[in-house]
């Protein structure tokens, strides 16, 4: 076979070398189509070869201005430049933007070295072009071709390591990419990323695990659990969910996530079904959430009903913890008493928060139903509330047993002392101690002058010795 030294400008030997690039361009199309075009007939080749990582690699943008070293950051490899500062977080991509090569082949190749006219990369990534044109062209060997391992070394991203991209990043190996507007470049590499994966993703086929049957990727769904299922089945599933109310199945349909409970987020629920169902689903889960918290009231409002939460930032005890504002109506209510708000200070009535106190003294002490009442309420407010009903209950029996109200105003008296018949100080009504009967104003006394009746005689009421407060003086020297 003729070598560099001795390849000549003969018709034999230009032959030869134009049946191995016809041959190598056929291999480069037959594995590469998408990656190689041009005209071999006239020695311009165009190869476009995207970066493909086996597996995600973590990827950051510096600035490649020179700057400070950056705290957080491990030491970069030893030939790297001047440090620079982190200007992005981390990325995980898979792919990066594809460098492009116009390459014109001389009639004498491979046993001349190609020549490289230009390389430039996607959305200039990549600011090592030259070094890595240098790179490449040493790689060339006497009658040999070169396109195909170009293309490997590039696609693969081996040549990173020889750019001196690649670093340690606090134990995990990351490429580092030196860019002017790091701000500006980062989306455009995600975009990029996203792009290419939905691409081969769309290209594929995927056998969906509820109807058993190979689907195009475009008409499946790719689940952030790596699961996929054509977009009809989950269609149907998660509608149905939806509809019933069953949103904590509307998740992965595989057993394995289905019994770890995973629910579908709402990019990937939006990407199924119906923008109503979606309104429904994300209202069904916000109420589910809210019924999780114990301080959640329901609006009293027929018409709406909405979960209300507790107000954030306020202390117990300061009255604000009751208050309650829907977000839907706007109604602004008490959580106890259920009434337009009445403001920190004043107490609810009574005749209101009767039932729930009677219904917290119901259950039995260190109960789980009285910690849920606590937590909804606040333990010292019901606590007071308990107090608060307890005295009024004492004042009612002590006002029962030891007074007695006027028959027109109602007003209660205590008599300490003297007849039965009294006058109302308030409406000045008569009336009977005793009984409580209304008397007549001109002659109150006929009725205890009246035979018969049960306060005959009663005017006064005498009570025994026994029940007086005195003791004999002999009984007190006994005692002492």
Not at 27 to 45: A, F, N, Q, W
Not at 190 to 202: E, I, V
Not at 369 to 378: D, I, S
Not at 420 to 433: I, Q, V
């Amino acid at each position: 076979m003729a070598s560099q030294s001795s390849i000549g400008d003969t018709a034999a030997d230009l032959a030869e070398c134009a049946v191995l690039q016809g041959e190598e361009w056929e291999v480069l199309e037959s594995i590469y189509p998408d990656c190689v075009s041009g005209d071999p007939s006239s020695g311009l080749v165009k190869l476009e070869v995207p970066i493909e990582f086996p597996e995600p690699k973590a990827i950051y943008v510096v600035s490649d201005r020179k700057e400070a070293p950056s705290a957080g950051f491990s030491s970069e490899p030893a030939g790297a430049g001047p440090s620079s500062v982190p200007a992005s977080p981390l990325l995980s991509l898979a792919t990066l933007p594809p460098i492009l090569l116009d390459v014109l082949l001389p009639a004498t190749y491979p046993y001349s070295p190609p020549i490289i006219q230009s390389l430039h990369a996607t959305h200039s990534w990549l600011p090592l072009d030259r070094k890595l044109q240098r790179m490449l062209l040493e790689t060339w060997q006497d009658g040999e071709g070169v396109l195909y391992s170009w293309i490997e070394t590039i696609r693969s991203g081996e040549f990173l390591d020889s750019l001196d991209m690649l670093c340690d990043m606090k134990g995990q190996e990351a490429i580092r990419i030196r860019h002017p507007a790091p701000h500006a470049l980062l989306p455009v590499l995600k975009a990029y990323d996203q792009s290419t994966q939905l691409t081969r993703f769309s290209q594929a086929s995927y056998e969906c695990q509820i109807c058993l049957t190979s689907i195009k990727g475009a008409r499946c769904i790719l689940l952030s659990c790596s699961h996929v299922f054509c977009r009809a089945c989950l269609e149907d599933f998660w509608g149905l969910c939806i509809t019933e109310g069953d949103i904590g199945h509307a998740g992965c349909p595989d057993p394995q996530c289905v019994k770890a409970g995973r629910e579908a987020n709402e990019e990937e629920i939006r990407r199924v079904v119906t923008e109503e169902e979606v309104q429904r689903w994300k209202w069904l889960r916000e109420k589910r959430d809210l019924e999780k918290d114990p301080s959640i009231i329901h609006c009293p409002m027929s018409f709406c009903q909405r979960p209300v939460p507790k107000p954030t930032n306020v202390d117990d005890g300061s009255g604000w913890e009751r208050l309650r504002e829907c977000p839907d109506c706007g109604y602004s209510f008490c959580a106890y008493c259920r009434r337009t708000w009445h403001g920190p200070l004043s107490d609810c009535p009574m005749s209101m928060t009767e039932s729930f106190v009677l219904e917290y003294l119901a259950l039995p002490e260190g109960s789980a139903e009285r910690e849920v009442l606590e937590r909804r309420f606040g333990r010292n407010n019901i606590r007071k509330l308990v107090m608060k009903y307890e005295e009024e209950q004492a004042n009612k029996q002590w006002l029962e047993h030891s007074t007695m109200s006027c028959p027109s105003c109602h007003v209660h008296v205590e008599k300490s002392l003297g007849c039965n018949h009294m006058t109302c100080a308030k409406c000045k009504t008569h009336f009977c101690y005793r009984c409580g009967d209304k008397l007549q104003a001109s002659n109150p006394y006929i009725h205890f002058s009246t035979p018969g009746h049960s306060c005959y005689s009663k005017l006064f009421d005498f009570q025994s010795i026994e029940d007086d407060e005195w003791q004999p003086v002999e009984a007190i020297e006994l005692e002492l």
